[in-house]
């Protein structure tokens, strides 16, 4: 299944940051869902905060001051932006967590460092020789997208230069990745693995909305499937299955403020109305009509 390059993990998109998002190489995509890579340029004293609900999944990011593992978490969170800066981002799949982490379940909301002193180097060459963050701005964009302003030859001669230095980066960390299941002797992709790439690529599509579903679909116990899911992403089937009904959630009414949350949540699995608008408070810290408020607005209304 190829991975489209998605937002939907972002709740406040456009939020201070310019992001490029890669599709996985193909001969990566065993390991890697996308790369992402945030830039900002913030004037003196101002800051910007973005609100995050993250996939259900590790992340392995490399940003100027070192290298580490994200694991998925359990509850939305807030980075606050100031200065200038920049990171690149690997969203991983199953596979490819077992790559950096034997025991995935001990990194749910916990990040460690990764000893990568040649990725992080090279990497910083790429994106510090560019003047990465010069060329940031305030938009979301697909991969072959940019955001700079103007046009002409020396616009379009900038524009090609930032697509390129970006190109590089994600290409150095899926090198990387690739090197370490290199070194594995199945290659990194044991028959488990497969299957817990199957497991989420069914995630994914957005069909399946309970685990009784997504065993039948993967022709296995529940309880194989919560075990595959506890070796290989680190959260149970069935907080993966929620996390990706709120992340849907979330994006409909963001794109829909009137639309209709009965509707909604009978669309989604939710039980009702009631069960949608109190999975988004517990977790979100808000209700689906206070959104998409920025964090900050969220806190002074509930102040």
Request: proline share 6%.
């Amino acid at each position: 299944m190829s991975f489209r390059p998605t937002t939907k993990g972002h709740l406040t998109p456009g939020t201070g940051s310019a992001v490029t998002r890669f599709a996985a190489r193909a001969d990566a995509a065993a390991f890697v869902r996308q790369i992402w890579i945030p830039e900002w340029d913030l004037p003196v004293g101002e800051q910007t905060e973005q609100f995050v609900l993250g996939y259900p999944a590790s992340n392995v990011v490399v940003e100027p001051d070192g290298v580490a593992i994200y694991g998925p978490t359990s509850r939305a969170s807030t980075r606050v932006l100031v200065g200038s800066g920049w990171a690149v981002g690997a969203l991983l799949k199953p596979a490819g967590v077992r790559l950096f982490a034997e025991r995935p379940a001990e990194l749910l909301d916990v990040d460690a460092p990764i000893a990568a002193a040649g990725l992080h180097r090279s990497i910083c060459e790429v994106m510090g020789s560019s003047g990465a963050a010069e060329h940031s701005g305030t938009a979301e964009s697909g991969p072959a997208d940019s955001w700079l302003a103007g046009s002409g030859p020396a616009a379009s001669e900038d524009a090609a230069s930032a697509a390129a230095y970006r190109a590089r980066a994600a290409d150095l960390l899926q090198d990387y990745i690739q090197s370490l299941a290199a070194e594995r002797s199945d290659g990194g992709m044991s028959d488990d693995a497969a299957l817990a790439n199957q497991m989420v690529d069914l995630i994914d599509e957005g069909d399946i909305r309970s685990a009784p579903q997504l065993a039948r679909a993967l022709h296995l116990s529940e309880r194989s499937v919560q075990r595959l899911a506890s070796r290989y992403v680190g959260m149970s089937a069935v907080l993966m299955l929620r996390r990706r009904r709120l992340q849907d959630a979330a994006e409909r009414v963001r794109a829909e403020p009137a639309t209709d949350l009965g509707e909604l949540a009978a669309e989604l699995g939710f039980s009702d109305q009631a069960h949608l608008t109190r999975e988004f408070r517990q977790v979100l810290g808000f209700t689906p009509r206070q959104y998409p408020a920025p964090p900050a607005a969220q806190r002074e209304k509930q102040g």
